[in-house]
């Protein structure tokens, strides 16, 4: 174990170690051509090839490197490692507040997100962030436990322009709170009355807020009192996979929402 790690301490202490193996891995290179790709000097070059030949991570054939079997397995495994730790970055403000028991999705599909956090000047940074997503969006697809005031008017306005689709589930809990106020009832009763929009509600309710704006996929993050933490956006294609078969999933469990529903 302490040789395994002093090697990961070799490789990650050297940028340039780092960058050589993995164009090693990729193809062939002469030491020239190492200089021009990486910047090192021919010095520097000449103990990073040697450091490698003498853990047969490289071998030479004439004037050329490439790495070994085992070479390319190191460089991948390190790879791998930044990656995870890159992506651990970005998601640790967060990570207490994503619902990872209903996501059946590695998380380094998020290391590119968007993340969208309140702060002093704008506390409302998250949820303005969605906002504008659906202001911008032909086809909107949701499954949430709420279905907020200004999602709502924002949706509304645009389905009954006729400039979007929508299409969504949600837990009884968001409906009923939309249909004890007046006001909140009427903008869903509009909504459900236009030809492009589609509202289902799941009795046994849905454990996280997402909605699927054209191609990019957003999470709404709240805490254990219901505070909006974050918002997470995305366009990785494994992550609206997930969404869209997770939409499906509710969608077949839940019952159309009628109007008359609003007043039971």
Not at 44 to 59: A, E, H, M, P, Q
Not at 110 to 116: F, N, S, V, Y
Request: charged fraction near 30%.
């Amino acid at each position: 174990m302490e040789s395994a790690l002093a090697e990961i301490e070799f490789l990650a202490l050297s940028s340039n170690r780092v960058e050589v193996l993995g164009l090693l891995s990729e193809g062939r290179y002469a030491r020239n051509e190492l200089a021009a790709e990486t910047g090192a000097s021919q010095a520097t070059l000449g103990r990073i090839l040697r450091d490698f030949r003498d853990r047969s991570w490289v071998r030479r054939d004439d004037d050329e490197y490439v790495a070994t079997a085992t070479g390319r397995l190191v460089s991948t495994g390190f790879t791998d490692l930044q990656e995870i730790l890159e992506t651990e970055q970005t998601l640790r403000e967060i990570v207490d507040y994503l619902p990872t028991h209903a996501m059946d999705v590695d998380l380094r599909r998020l290391a590119d997100a968007t993340i969208t956090v309140p702060s002093a000047t704008r506390p409302n940074a998250p949820l303005r962030r969605l906002l504008a997503l659906l202001r911008e969006a032909d086809e909107v697809r949701a499954f949430s436990h709420t279905f907020n005031e200004q999602t709502l008017a924002v949706v509304r306005e645009r389905v009954t322009d006729g400039d979007q689709r929508f299409r969504g589930v949600f837990g009884r809990s968001a409906i009923d709170a939309l249909a004890d106020e007046s006001e909140l009832r009427d903008q869903l009763e509009s909504l459900l009355a236009a030809e492009t929009a589609e509202i289902r509600v799941r009795e046994e309710g849905v454990p996280l807020a997402v909605m699927i704006a054209d191609e990019t996929v957003s999470l709404l993050l709240r805490d254990e009192k219901g505070v909006l933490r974050a918002a997470v956006d995305t366009d990785d294609d494994a992550v609206r996979s997930w969404a869209e078969d997770s939409l499906n999933h509710y969608w077949r469990t839940a019952t159309p929402l009628e109007p008359e529903g609003l007043f039971d």
